[in-house]
T-cell receptor, first 115, second 110 residues
């Protein structure tokens, strides 16, 4: 009865490096959402994916950020050339379908720290 | 643009009393509103939701009230228990998008 699994839980990178955050949705869930939480702020929507498709990436910065959810394997949020401002908690959530009002199941997040 | 606002960063309540957490929104297109609870170092956990066509939804000790004319919703927890101490987020949902407030930290004092 595994929930949404995110790894790593903590990730430290130096400025200019790449960060890869992984998310395995709950079994049977084919819809994945990524959120970012900056200190003292709420969760900000970044991107919504179904298997092999990006449905809505309106919340994702246009540069350096990308996301994928391949047919096999976890969803990946990739941040290239990280900067200090990327330090945040990144949460992944999944749902069995994308219908309006469907509650999402969240992972415990990846805390990204940029040195 | 903060479409969902939780203006009280924190709230303290005595055990057994009622906790009332408030949330205001600006987007009249929201179809659903959801409340999540979050413990430190964990992800949010879904608590209760309400459709925009309803004005009340109840689940055990948790009741959510929606006032569309005021663009305001509230979560009532009664009776409050020490285990309810956590950060509570409200969220508005329209289409694929979920907009979260900044959270209210609830402390229930034994």
């Amino acid at each position: 009865n595994a929930g949404v699994m995110q790894n790593p839980r903590h990730l430290v990178r130096r400025r200019g490096q790449e960060a890869r955050l992984r998310c395995s949705p709950m079994k049977g869930h084919s819809h994945v959402y990524w959120y970012r939480q900056l200190p003292e702020e709420g969760l900000k929507f970044m991107v919504y994916l179904q298997k092999e498709n990006i449905i809505d990436e309106s919340g994702m910065p246009k540069e350096r950020f990308s996301a994928e959810f391949p047919k096999e394997g976890p969803s990946i949020l990739r941040i290239q050339q990280v900067v200090r401002g990327d330090s945040a908690a990144y949460f992944c959530a999944s749902s069995p379908r994308g219908a309006v009002g469907q509650p999402q199941h969240f992972g415990d997040g990846t805390r990204l720290s940029i040195l | 643009d903060q479409q969902v606002k939780q203006n009280s960063p924190s709230l303290s309540v005595q055990e057994g009393r009622i906790s009332i957490l408030n949330c205001d929104y600006t987007n009249s297109m929201f179809d659903y509103f959801l409340w999540y609870k979050k413990y430190p170092a964990e992800g949010p956990t879904f608590l209760i939701s309400i459709s925009s066509i309803k004005d009340k939804n109840e689940d055990g000790r948790f009741t959510v009230f929606l006032n569309k004319s005021a663009k305001h919703l509230s979560l009532h927890i009664v009776p409050s228990q020490p285990g309810d101490s956590a950060v509570y987020f409200c969220a508005g949902n329209t289409g694929n998008q979920f907009y979260f407030g900044t959270g209210t930290s609830l402390t229930v004092i034994p």
